[in-house]
């Protein structure tokens, strides 16, 4: 069983900065792409971040481009997004997302980042 667990939002006021952490446990076999999604209030999920295993190859949606950096760290089965520049838009519940070789998708349980104004 693959769990992943998310740390790390809060409330900042716009402008601040936010470092989220996902740590997954359980045996993932083969190769895998980690990812960050939000959910903003009334509105559907959507991709925020993914990075490959090798951490060779990133994708952001362009409204976090330049401000957002996703990284992981193999060793300790963990991904970062680091969150800069926050506006209000940012505001959401984030989401840590796996997904194996298989493309079977495993989610953490949400974190919520409120940025206000």
């Known amino acids: 069983q693959v769990l992943l667990v998310e740390s790390g939002g809060g409330l900042v006021q716009a402008g601040a900065s936010l470092r989220l952490s996902c740590a997954f446990s359980?045996?993932?076999?083969?190769?895998?792409?980690m990812a960050w999604f939000r959910q903003p209030p009334g509105k559907g999920r959507e991709l925020v971040a993914a990075i490959g295993l090798g951490s060779r190859r990133s994708f952001y949606t362009d409204s976090v481009k330049g401000r957002f950096t996703i990284f992981r760290d193999n060793a300790k089965n963990t991904v970062y997004l680091q969150m800069n520049s926050l506006k209000p838009e940012d505001t959401a519940v984030y989401y840590c997302n796996l997904q194996d070789y298989y493309r079977t998708d495993y989610w953490g349980q949400g974190t919520q980042v409120t940025v206000s104004s």
């Open positions: 359980g045996r993932i076999m083969g190769s895998y792409i």
